[in-house]
């Protein structure tokens, strides 16, 4: 099932990191969803960081995919941290009124990978 | 009164042409100065509208103007479509009103991102959605 999108997928560890660093067309959004499934599933990981400070704007289709991406994966066994919002994001997002709950989020890549280790600790 | 300078006409066909717009509000924002939080919300709106014009429009267009009232430089975008339009606009201005391939954000949300707002709604015939962002500083 994986589509193979432009958005590259690493892996540090057991933890899959996915950087956004171009605007999301619809279609890479869809792939992004779909990639990262499919390497949590061949790649046997716990957790993942989703890094989107390479975004300077997200709507209500970008963050649904965001959001469900990371139920997604924790229906998978994998924990998810937001990292990276700008603060005009932030500032839309939540005036539009979609606080994006039930996301777990970070400042960026160093504080997202410490919560993940607390979080994933916590589950053992 | 406002005074309409340039004005950026924009077919909405397809997913790609949400960003096409997107883009071309936020190229004006930025030339015209616009702080980076207004930039981002008028960006925003302009894409939620865009794409309902499209999702439930099934195509539309819109209109990007350059305005001024005088003493205020502004963007103006009217997104038009000639879809099945909106039955009960106060309940979708609710933000509560949720289609199978939307949030049921777009228009609340929207609406909060915005100074100006109209909407008008003829079921049957489609909808014509006017907002206008004015730079603060």
């Given at each position: 099932m994986s589509v193979h999108g432009p958005i590259p997928i690493l892996r540090?560890?057991?933890?899959?990191?996915?950087?956004?660093?171009?605007?999301?067309?619809?279609?890479?959004?869809?792939?992004?969803?779909?990639?990262?499934?499919?390497a949590i599933e061949k790649r046997g990981?716990?957790?993942?960081?989703?890094?989107?400070?390479?975004?300077?704007?997200?709507?209500t289709y970008v963050a649904r995919i965001l959001a469900e991406t990371g139920r997604m994966a924790k229906l998978m066994g994998?924990?998810?941290?937001?990292?990276?919002?700008?603060?005009?994001?932030?500032?839309?997002?939540?005036?539009?009124?979609?606080?994006?709950?039930?996301?777990?989020?970070?400042?960026?890549?160093?504080?997202?990978?410490?919560?993940?280790?607390?979080?994933?600790?916590?589950?053992? | 009164?406002?005074?309409?300078?340039?004005?950026?006409?924009?077919?909405?066909?397809?997913a790609d042409d949400i960003i096409r717009v997107r883009r071309r509000v936020r190229d004006i924002a930025e030339v015209k100065k616009f702080d980076s939080f207004a930039t981002a919300a008028i960006t925003t709106a302009t894409s939620e509208l865009a794409r309902n014009a499209l999702v439930h429009g099934g195509k539309g267009i819109a209109c990007i103007e350059e305005v001024t009232d005088g003493y205020r430089l502004g963007i103006r975008i009217v997104f038009e479509d000639h879809g099945p339009g909106i039955d009960d606009?106060?309940?979708?201005?609710?933000?509560?009103?949720?289609?199978?391939?939307?949030?049921?954000?777009?228009?609340?949300?929207?609406?909060?991102?915005?100074?100006?707002?109209?909407?008008?709604?003829?079921?049957g015939a489609g909808t014509k959605v006017t907002v206008t962002k004015w730079k603060r500083f």
């Open positions: 540090i560890g057991s933890t899959l990191l996915v950087s956004i660093q171009l605007e999301l067309r619809d279609a890479v959004a869809d792939a992004f969803q779909a990639d990262v499934l499919s990981t716990t957790g993942l960081v989703v890094d989107i400070s390479g975004l300077d704007m997200v709507d994998t924990s998810t941290v937001l990292v990276g919002m700008r603060p005009e994001v932030a500032a839309t997002l939540v005036r539009m009124g979609y606080g994006m709950e039930g996301v777990r989020t970070a400042l960026d890549l160093d504080a997202g990978l410490a919560l993940l280790g607390h979080v994933i600790a916590q589950r053992k | 009164m406002i005074q309409v300078g340039a004005t950026h006409q924009i077919p909405i066909e397809n606009i106060p309940r979708v201005l609710a933000g509560g009103y949720t289609t199978a391939r939307s949030m049921g954000l777009g228009l609340s949300g929207s609406k909060r991102l915005v100074d100006d707002f109209e909407l008008e709604s003829t079921p």
